[in-house]
C-alpha cells in the first residue's frame, strides 16, 4: 500500500514538471515568434502610418531612407534631390 501511494506521489511529482517545463518550451516559442515578426514595437519605416506622408526617399549622400517629410529636399519633379540631413547636403555641395 504504501508502495502504491509512493507511486502515485512521484507520479504527480513527475507530471507537474512535465508541465512546467512544457510552459518554459511554450513561452520560448511565443517569444520566438514574436521577436521574428517584429515584436510589440516595430519601426516606423516598418508599419506605415495611413494616411500619413510614409514615402521613402533616398539621401543622395548617405544612402538613409527617411519619409520625405523629414527629408531636405531640393528641386522639384523627377530632379528632386533629398538630403536626410543639413550636413549630408553640405558634403555635396563642397
Ligand atoms: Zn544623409
Known amino acids: 500500500m504504501t508502495r502504491y501511494l509512493i507511486g502515485i506521489i512521484i507520479s504527480l511529482v513527475a507530471l507537474t514538471f512535465v508541465r512546467a517545463v512544457w510552459?518554459?518550451?511554450?513561452?520560448?516559442?511565443v517569444d520566438?515568434?514574436?521577436?521574428?515578426?517584429?515584436?510589440?514595437?516595430?519601426?516606423?519605416?516598418?508599419?506605415?502610418?495611413?494616411?500619413?506622408?510614409?514615402?521613402?526617399r533616398r539621401c543622395v549622400t548617405?544612402?538613409?531612407?527617411k519619409p520625405e517629410s523629414a527629408m531636405l529636399r531640393y528641386g522639384a519633379g523627377d530632379k528632386s534631390r533629398y538630403f536626410c540631413s543639413a550636413d549630408c547636403e553640405k558634403k555635396v555641395n563642397s
Not at 510552459?23 to 516559442?29: M, S, V
Open 23 to 29: 510552459g518554459i518550451i511554450q513561452k520560448a516559442l
Open 32 to 56: 520566438e515568434v514574436k521577436s521574428a515578426v517584429g515584436g510589440d514595437a516595430p519601426s516606423p519605416a516598418a508599419k506605415p502610418v495611413p494616411g500619413a506622408d510614409t514615402t521613402l
Open 62 to 65: 548617405c544612402g538613409t531612407y
